[in-house]
């Protein structure tokens, strides 16, 4: 064929990678909201995380007293050990301080631990399954070895060790999480990763000359995104166990009012020999509503992972 006649190669516009990164991370988004409306579990979890961050919120209005503040009664008398009424809606502790308003605030620091944690953990496991399993070989390797350690290390024990060094705080107990969560959720992307760089459309990608990290964040990451939510949301009952286990250890700060801290002070007042049960009852139900909701969601997006679940 004469040049003249030749069709014209034109240079392919490449569009711009974060327009696509975002609508990607849309187009998950939406995935998972649809899951959502269609299991009562995942929509139970849903539910009872959202009520605890509107708590967690709104928590200055809606506590009644400073949740550390020692509190009397009109007659100058200690407000010590008074049960549930009008005036404290849960009573109030042996020093006289108000349990309502020391769970309210507890949310706080519940949800600030355990969404931390989780951004942490779905994140750096994310991104090292990722960065492992589309390079495999040596890399792979390290990565799976660093992996192994973290696996290795006692849960708890690990986290006051680390306390005793650095110092009680919730960034520490944070970062303490992080260090020992992050290898579940790396191991379950990397398995993923394997699958799907090996498709027709990872493979087309490479061929048009997409980048390395283009194929990685633009054309598989939206297909793990859905396992990097499941277990960011499995990872805050984690983090919030953790820290309720720490502080009622005694490990906790002293300064932040917690569950976990909650329970610990009704365990040194001796409260359930008392009968004190508005004191320690209150913050164990809340810890177990936090990581039942985390197996609600778990079990709820099953069905995106395993289709064979629908039948």
């Known amino acids: 064929m004469p040049a003249s006649l030749e069709p014209a190669t034109l240079p392919r516009p490449t569009p711009a990678l974060w327009p696509r990164l975002v609508r990607a991370v849309g187009r998950a ?25 509107v708590v967690a919120l709104l928590a200055d209005v809606l506590a009644t007293h400073d949740p550390m503040e020692i509190l009397f009664l009109p007659t ?11 005036d404290f809606l849960l009573g109030t502790t042996n020093l006289g301080r108000d349990i309502y308003s ?29 960065v492992s399993g589309y390079f495999g070989g040596r890399i792979d390797m390290v990565m799976m070895r660093f992996a192994d350690v973290a696996l290795s290390l006692p849960f708890l024990p ?27 959720t790396a191991r379950v992307i990397r398995s993923q990763v ?16 997409a980048s390395t990290w ?30 309720a286990s720490v502080s ?4 906790g700060s002293a300064n932040v009012v917690s569950w976990g801290y909650m329970l610990q002070d009704a365990f040194a007042s001796q409260a359930l020999s008392r009968g004190h049960f508005n004191w320690f009852i209150p913050p164990g139900l809340c810890i177990v509503l936090v990581v039942v909701a ?16 629908r039948d």
Do not use: C
């Open 294 to 309: 985390g197996f609600f969601i778990s079990r709820g997006y099953e069905e995106i992972f395993f289709p064979k679940l």
């Open 214 to 243: 283009r194929i990685m964040f633009v054309h598989i990451a939206p297909n793990i995104l859905p396992l990097s939510f499941l277990y960011g949301s499995i990872a805050i009952g984690w983090a919030i166990l953790t820290e």
């Open 194 to 209: 394997l699958s799907l760089r090996e498709r027709a459309y990872v493979e087309a990608a490479r061929v048009t000359g």
């Open 76 to 86: 100058g008398k200690l407000a010590a050990n008074i049960r549930p009424g009008a």
């Open 248 to 251: 009622f250890l005694g490990f």
């Open 158 to 184: 690990f986290v006051i060790v680390l306390i005793g060094f650095l110092g009680a705080s919730i960034n520490i107990i944070i970062m303490a999480v992080a260090l020992l969560l992050w290898p579940n």
């Open 29 to 53: 988004i939406a995935r998972a909201a649809a899951q959502l409306r269609r299991d009562g579990f995942a929509l139970a979890g849903v539910t009872i995380y959202t009520v605890f961050a």
């Open 102 to 130: 020391q769970l309210i605030h507890g949310t706080r620091s519940a949800l600030l631990v355990g969404l931390s944690a989780a951004v942490v953990v779905a994140s750096l496991g994310t991104v090292v399954g990722l």
